[in-house]
């Protein structure tokens, strides 16, 4: 397979991921018992003092680290879509090829270390399109 078309997916998984990761904003979550219900409570209604008068519950930060997830997915997914079309020029293609292979490889040791497997899963597949794109670069 060429480079192009790998990198091209990895592009297109990543747009994925992201429209995959905004369903989670519809999910509204249950508690199971008791010890649930007090921690979504917890998580929705204790604050913190964050300083010049900003507070904030714990449910707020994690739906801002969320959407900042989805939006990440989005914004690597378009530029690398924007920029495979320019990969008539090799040292572009290089440079953005290597660039991805390492920022994504590196992005999975903490995101297995820390998440769950549909993250995993996800990030993966968009990584191994842009790995396959590096071993594949210099083969046409």
Avoid at 15 to 30: D, K, P
Avoid at 97 to 115: E, S
Wanted: with cysteine; net charge positive; charged share 15%.
């Amino acid at each position: 397979m060429h480079y192009k078309t790998l990198f091209k997916f990895g592009s297109w998984a990543l747009l994925a991921t992201g429209a995959i990761h905004l369903l989670s904003f519809l999910n509204h979550r249950e508690p199971a018992n008791d010890s649930e219900r007090q921690l979504l409570d917890l998580l929705a209604n204790y604050r913190f003092d964050l300083g010049a008068g900003i507070t904030r519950s714990m449910e707020e930060l994690l739906q801002f680290f969320s959407l900042t997830m989805s939006l990440l997915c989005f914004f690597a997914g378009l530029l690398n879509s924007m920029l495979a079309r320019f990969f008539d020029n090799a040292a572009l293609a290089k440079k953005v090829v290597v660039f991805n292979a390492i920022f994504w490889t590196i992005y999975l040791v903490p995101l297995y270390l820390l998440t769950f497997l549909p993250p995993q899963v996800c990030f993966t597949v968009a990584w191994l399109g842009f790995a396959g794109a590096y071993l594949r670069f210099g083969r046409g």
